[in-house]
């Protein structure tokens, strides 16, 4: 039982982040709690504590996406104020003429609103919040078509979304701290395919989407108020009076996302090749796909700045909505260098070397992956937060797999799994509860409503995770 304290800061930081509900919380306290094990006494914890978070921030590929996720979210700020989505909704409105199309506009919508879950939500809502006045649509069936596209849908999408550079950065971090060398992308990439719950809601919702049948009851609920505190409320109403007043110009949303996707395939596909790569595939596995990313979200940044500023748009309401939309993911970028540091303190403290010892001496390795989903799962549910069960699990997940021979994609595919499930199905997930509040639906009834698919696919999952767990 070498290093077994090493376990402990991890324990701490789950369970706080439970009883809390704040991730940022059980990390930070977790982190303190190691950061005391090196460095005995209040101010010498802190210290080294400090140290373990600037040496997250300093790290160059670290920096990396940090700079990525807010500059993102800046563009994601100036297409949403230039009226783009708008411009878009408004265009599909026209054919709309009974539910179902309605429910088929909304999940279209997805192809131009798939950069990052409360973007879609906040600007897709309203929109079609408002088309309910002319066709007779039950407004929680609109909000469960939106959220099951959000967050299921997101998370299997490789380039281009807020989620993809924070997916890879954990695993990355996650490898070092295991001292695997291997590709982070190559290993999201990899995963991918094994998303089981990912695949089956999204299945589950097309679905009910085409044939009019929803798993389970519940989903004609009547309006209500939405939980929130009254600074959230606050903004969530200060943003759909900005959005109800901006002129609608859909070019400013379809121009940039196009320059974004094909740069962004281009600059990967370009620098694989530059490093020996024989095929388009190979390329993506090689390219330094994180830094291919940046630069082409800088090349749209600048595009589409020119862009609205020819087409008549302030600079000045531009520039404020650039850095608010980068402020909207402050708490992200603040969680995620917890996550880093506390990767970095676990590896000081053999966390790695008691995984070895422990777990991975009489857990079989085919019973790995479905067991880091479930257990995932109910962490997910708890915490509300996919980004943090991310975090707090993959260097277990990691080390578990590698200890054991399990496979690292499937172990990686499976703590996606359990974040994603338990930000959808969660009242206290962040797209359950602004979904519900832009819908005027009561946050509990509603998780309620859409808990039976998302356990439906819960159960088809870990009977898929027991099945590879055997044949890989």
């Not at 996406?65 to 230039?82: E, K, N, P, T």
């Not at 082409?296 to 404020?320: D, Y």
């Not at 995932?376 to 069960?389: M, N, R, V």
């Not at 969660?426 to 356990?455: M, N, Q, R, W």
């Amino acid at each position: 039982m070498e290093n077994w304290f090493s376990i402990i800061p991890f324990l701490v930081a789950v369970f706080v982040s439970m009883a809390t509900r704040q991730v940022l919380v059980g990390l930070g306290l977790g982190l303190l709690i190691g950061s005391y094990s090196l460095k005995p006494g209040i101010f010498n914890s802190i210290s080294k504590m400090s140290q373990y978070v600037i040496t997250a921030i300093s790290d160059k590929d670290n920096l990396r996406i940090i700079v990525f996720l807010f500059v993102f979210g800046g563009l994601v700020g100036m297409m949403q104020i230039a009226g783009g989505i708008k411009g878009f909704a408004k265009t599909v409105e026209k054919r709309i003429k009974s539910e179902r199309s309605a429910l088929i506009v909304t999940w279209a919508t997805i192809l131009v609103t798939f950069m990052d879950c409360e973007f879609r939500i906040m600007t897709t809502g309203p929109v079609m919040k408002a088309v309910k006045s002319s066709v007779n649509v039950v407004r929680s069936k609109l909000a469960y078509t939106i959220d099951v596209s959000t967050v299921p849908i997101i998370v299997l999408i490789p380039v281009a979304t807020t989620y993809a550079g924070y997916m890879v950065s954990v695993v990355g971090g996650a490898l070092n701290q295991a001292n695997i060398q291997r590709s982070p992308y190559q290993l999201f990439l990899a995963s991918i395919p094994f998303n089981f719950w990912a695949i089956s809601i999204v299945a589950i919702g097309l679905f009910s989407v085409i044939t009019g049948r929803y798993i389970g009851k519940g989903m004609e609920l009547s309006n209500g108020h939405a939980e929130l505190n009254d600074e959230e409320d606050v903004h969530r109403e200060s943003i759909e009076a900005e959005l109800e007043n901006v002129n609608p110009k859909a070019l400013n949303l379809i121009l940039p996302l196009l320059l974004l996707l094909i740069s962004t395939f281009y600059l990967i596909w370009k620098d694989g090749l530059d490093k020996g790569a024989k095929s388009f595939i190979d390329a993506f596995q090689q390219a330094d796909a994180t830094q291919a990313m940046l630069i082409a979200l800088f090349l749209t940044i600048i595009f589409a700045l020119v862009l609205f500023l020819l087409r008549k748009e302030k600079l000045s309401e531009l520039m404020f909505h650039f850095v608010d939309g980068g402020n909207q993911l402050i708490m992200a970028i603040i969680l995620l260098v917890l996550v880093w540091a506390l990767a970095n303190m676990a590896e000081d403290l053999g966390f790695s070397k008691f995984i070895t010892g422990t777990a991975g001496t009489f857990l079989p390795k085919s019973f790995v992956p479905v067991s880091i989903f479930l257990f995932g799962s109910l962490i997910a549910y708890f915490i509300g937060s996919s980004w943090g069960t991310w975090g707090l699990l993959m260097p277990l997940a990691i080390s578990l797999a590698d200890a054991t021979g399990a496979s690292l994609p499937i172990a990686v595919a499976a703590v996606f799994a359990a974040g994603s499930f338990g930000d959808f199905t969660s009242p206290l997930g962040e797209t359950t509860v602004t979904t519900a509040s832009v819908f005027d639906l009561p946050v509990v009834d509603y998780a309620k409503a859409k808990f039976t698919s998302s356990i439906t696919a819960v159960g088809i999952s870990a009977i898929l995770f027991v099945i590879v767990g055997f044949l890989f």
